[in-house]
């Protein structure tokens, strides 16, 4: 599957509890935060020039989402769903495979 | 195990020490340096003899100190800190997260003025400007009652998952010597059980996140659901009050304590160690045939309201007795009484009488003078004023 978390992305769903009883009694974690699309976030995003990229995986190392992950062809690709663009990646590239385009939504 | 108390002669912070080693505490993060007191001295001096197995951490900071106790407390530890005046204050963010994260805490704050100027002498507004964070409030009296009120105050706070800070006044209480009736390890033991936490971040097969983030739809359930701990509070303070009056003699099941109130015209309200005053200056007044009672609030947080309605529906006035004051309105304790009152239709006479702020000594002839001034009041139905600075050199 061609994303991050897989399986777990697939099956998280968001907890709306109804009523106040339904809540934990401390504001503790109910579930994962997977649901949160902090994609829809972004203004500029990360495109990858394959024909660039060694890679080195620092792209990977630097995403601080994390939202970069490594195919099985040893390439990385972005997660679109949770990169929020931030620019770590681009910036932090030695050979300037990743370039920053703005994005119209 | 029958209960025999073991006597010593100990200061208000011995006492405190004394307490946090027999709730077997297992962590202890506090700042070491001033407006430290010698609670924590005598904590490191209990871990260097190897009379207790506790995890000392010393920090940077009083704000730092709060952060270590939630961390180690969301482990699911019985924690314990202490700390005084601009001590507390620093580490306000932090009070928030512990109520926040519903954190069985326990806290000795020990009452000195908030500078400038300088002064480390007892006043109560240190703790009162932390009214708001969700912690409960215990002022003791006496160092029984800062011995007592750590002990009891870990089975409250951890039935109703709320931090609790338990105050004592500086020096009069603080650094004063007096007989102590302490509690055998076993007992101690019988009447505090070990901490069931609410949830821990060691349970490895359940992992959840604490200190996350909550939008507008979720943030306001969870400060409802502190304030519920709150009333709940309330029954469980009086139930763990009277339980721990069976065992061991020494009875906290009501909120306020009072005395002579059947047939007094007003009483003296006030908190911590100027109402052991007081109540040696009652006893002298109704000698001299003054109708007057005390009633000391030893719970601020939770308000006892219910309590204070009983006392103000048997009397005709209240003198409030506030080592404290709230710039730009009136003492603490006056204002949250009179809240109190207003809804009920209840509405003793009340005056607010400004006392012992930085430490000014308040005596038995001080509360004889104001005795005197507040039977006026009573007798006339009408306030001369509102507020008193009763010490106030003219």
């Given at each position: ?82 990169c929020k663009g931030c620019g770590i990646c681009a910036n932090e590239c030695p050979t300037k495979a990743i370039t920053m385009v703005r994005e119209e939504k | 195990m029958e209960y025999n108390p073991i006597k010593k002669v100990v200061s208000g912070n011995y006492a405190a020490a004394y307490a946090a080693l027999h709730a077997r505490v297992q962590v202890v993060a506090a700042y070491p340096i001033t407006p430290q007191t010698s609670i924590i001295e005598k904590i490191a001096e209990f871990i260097a003899n190897g009379e207790a197995d506790i995890q000392y951490i010393p920090v940077e900071s009083e704000h730092s100190a709060m952060a270590a106790c939630i961390g180690a407390s969301a482990t699911g ?318």
């Open positions: 599957m061609n994303t991050l978390f897989g399986k777990a992305k697939e099956e998280a769903k968001p907890i709306t509890p109804k009523s106040v009883d339904e809540y934990p009694e401390a504001p503790v974690s109910l579930g994962i935060t997977l649901v949160n699309f902090t994609g829809d976030w972004r203004t500029f995003m990360p495109v990858i020039d394959e024909s660039k990229c060694v890679k080195c995986y620092i792209c990977w190392k630097y995403c601080p989402e994390p939202a970069i992950y490594i195919k099985e062809d040893g390439f990385v690709a972005i997660d679109y769903d949770y | 530890a019985r924690v314990f800190t202490a700390t005084s005046a601009q001590g507390l204050a620093l580490m306000h963010e932090m009070l928030h997260w512990a109520a926040g994260s519903r954190l069985p805490i326990v806290m000795v704050n020990v009452n000195r003025a908030m500078a400038p100027p300088w002064s480390v002498w007892d006043d109560q507004t240190d703790s009162l400007s932390q009214r708001d964070t969700g912690w409960m409030q215990f002022y003791a009296e006496n160092n029984q009652e800062v011995y007592d009120g750590v002990l009891m105050a870990y089975k409250v706070a951890e039935t109703v998952n709320i931090p609790t800070m338990i105050i004592e006044s500086a020096f009069i209480l603080s650094h004063t010597y007096e007989v102590v009736n302490m509690i055998p390890q076993e007992l101690v033991d019988e009447f505090l059980p070990p901490r069931k936490p609410l949830y821990t971040l060691t349970d490895f097969e359940n992992p959840i996140a604490v200190g996350a983030l909550a939008t507008p739809a979720d943030y306001y359930e969870f400060r409802y659901k502190i304030a519920k701990a709150h009333e709940e509070a309330k029954k469980v303070i009086k139930s763990v009050g009277k339980e721990f009056g069976e065992r061991f003699g020494r009875d906290y099941s009501k909120m306020i304590e009072t005395g002579y109130i059947e047939d007094a015209d007003f009483v003296f309200m006030g908190m911590g160690s100027l109402m052991g005053t007081v109540k040696e200056a009652v006893d002298l007044l109704r000698k001299e045939g003054y109708k007057v009672g005390y009633a000391k609030v030893r719970w601020f947080r939770p308000f006892p309201k219910e309590e204070l309605l009983e006392i103000a529906e048997s009397v005709k006035g209240i003198a409030v007795l506030d080592r404290n004051f709230s710039f730009g309105q009136e003492g603490i304790l006056f204002t949250e009484a009179k809240g109190a009152l207003y809804n009920t239709g209840v509405r003793p006479i009340m005056k607010d009488y400004i006392v012992g702020l930085g430490g000014r000594d308040f005596t038995v002839r001080d509360v004889k003078a104001i005795a005197e001034d507040m039977k006026k009041v009573v007798e006339s139905g009408k306030l001369d004023k509102e507020i008193e600075w009763y010490h106030l050199k003219r």
